[in-house]
Nanobody, 114 residues
Framework: QVHLVESGGGLVQTGGSLRLSCAAS????????LGWYRQAPGKQREWVAT???????GYADSVKGRFTISRDNTKNTVYLQMNNLKPGDTAVYYC????????WGQGTQVTVSS
């Protein structure tokens, strides 16, 4: 069973930056496309970004140009660099495969103050 552990969240002001990390037990990360997702209070979980095995990336329109997803298969880790954060980015952030096929981790809270 693969366990996902997200970290790097915190409280930042509008315009600030954070770098999230997601580490997985096992070697599955190198074999699948990976993604970041987020869930804001009272809303459904939504897709944020994807990185394919080839390194090709894709982003939701709401974060395009501000967020960057990357991966290190040697460390079974996927990252999300978040710049120019806005209050609307406040959410719990999760990683998973794309499409989702792993048990969700606990997520990491990102709070952006105005």
């Amino acid at each position: 069973q693969v366990h996902l552990v997200e970290s790097g969240g915190g409280l930042v002001q509008t315009g600030g930056s954070l770098r999230l990390s997601c580490a997985a037990s096992g070697s599955i990360f190198s074999r699948v496309a990976l993604g970041w997702y987020r869930q804001a209070p009272g809303k459904q979980r939504e897709w944020v970004a994807t990185i394919a095995r080839s390194g090709t990336t894709g982003y939701a329109d709401s974060v395009k140009g501000r967020f960057t997803i990357s991966r290190d298969n040697t460390k079974n880790t996927v990252y999300l660099q978040m710049n120019n954060l806005k209050p609307g980015d406040t959410a719990v952030y999760y990683c998973n495969a794309v499409p989702v096929q792993l048990d969700w981790g606990q997520g990491t809270q990102v709070t952006v103050s105005s």
